[in-house]
Structure formats: C-alpha cells, structure tokens
C-alpha cells in the first residue's frame, strides 16, 4: 500500500489549499474499510492528529485548532482523501501527514508528506 500526498505549498495568511492523498495497493473495494485520517508536524513537535473519517457518511473528527476552518473529505471509488484547509494562518504551518489505518489500529500506512507554508 502507498500513500502519496499532494496540494501544499506556499499561501498567504488567510488563503486556502486542498490537500489530497491517493492510495493505491489497496484490494478491490478494501479502501473503505480503512479510516483515514491527516496529521501534520513542525520541527521538533510530536506528530498530531489534525482530522479523521471513516467513511464518506461518517462523523468526521477534527482538532479543536482547525475546526470551523478544515474540511476532511473522501472518495472510496477513487481511494483517495481530502483535506480542504481554509483560514489558514501561521500556526498550519507544518509537514502534512496522510494515514490510513484499519479497524483496529493495527495495520498502519503513511505518506511522505506535504508541506504546508502559510507566510506573506
């Protein structure tokens, strides 16, 4: 399984990004069994959970830090994540992480990573 992120960049304080991860290596239709889920991490800083979704219809989780201003979104069909980021200020800055993990924590894929600049 892979996991490949994309969408980030350099944006203006204020301004917005579409994170996006493909997976693939996936069985047929197994995708959607997996909770996915982004994480983001600065220099030094332990890697945090920053939204997660289960499933298309679910409730999505999000931290208290990006709530109201991120959108986590995904298509099984297409085996791939979203991550609308608007508002975006200094404090996003950091390396985007996409995860996916199965029902029971114990199979666990990651990206490599998008970076996220927000700075004028």
């Given at each position: ?7 980030g960049g350099l944006v203006q304080p204020g ?9 693939s290596g996936f069985s047929p239709g197994n995708f959607g ?88």
């Open positions: 399984v892979q996991l490949v992120e994309s969408g301004g917005s990004l579409r994170l996006s991860c493909a997976a069994n997996y909770y996915m889920s982004w994480y983001r991490q600065t220099p030094g800083q332990e890697r945090e959970l920053v939204a997660g979704l289960g499933s298309p219809g679910g409730i999505p989780y999000y931290d208290h830090s990006v709530k109201g201003r991120f959108t986590i979104s995904r298509e099984n069909d297409r085996n791939t994540v979203y991550l609308q980021m608007n508002s975006l200020n200094g404090e996003d800055t950091a390396m985007y992480y996409c995860r996916a993990s199965d029902t029971y924590g114990t199979v666990v894929y990651w990206g490599q990573g998008t970076r996220v600049t927000v700075s004028s």
